[in-house]
């Protein structure tokens, strides 16, 4: 195994739990809305529906800003450029602020039924 091997080892080894983890909570909290949601057009329907919708656009760009971050900061790295790194740092740093005040709407809505 090459020393570069060695270290990914490494590296999923101490980061995949931890990701497993920050995984389970999305998917924890989507499962928790649909099981509130008395039927799919209320994703549309309700406020509480809409505000999750809201929160899902900005929470996916910024899981998908992170994994291309995360695959691509070796070779942004070796360019020798800060600055497509810092833009990219900076993007998803703009879109979580979007995520926890959709977050806090979406909570202070009353589910649907309810």
Do not use: Q
């Not at 020393?3 to 983890?21: E, F, K, N, Y």
């Not at 703009?94 to 979406?106: D, E, Q, S």
């Amino acid at each position: 195994m090459s020393r570069h091997g060695a270290i990914d080892v490494l590296a999923c080894g101490l980061a995949c739990p931890r990701t497993s983890r920050w995984a389970a909570r999305p998917a924890t909290g989507t499962a928790a809305v649909l099981m509130r949601l008395e039927a799919l057009s209320d994703l549309w329907a309700t406020g509480y529906g809409r505000w999750f919708a809201v929160k899902l656009v900005p929470f996916v760009s910024v899981v998908g800003a992170a994994a291309w971050d995360w695959r691509a900061t070796p070779r942004l790295a070796a360019d020798g450029d800060p600055n497509r790194i810092r833009r990219s740092i900076r993007t998803e740093l703009g879109l979580a602020p979007l995520v926890l005040v959709a977050t806090a709407f979406l909570v202070a809505s009353p589910p649907p039924g309810g």
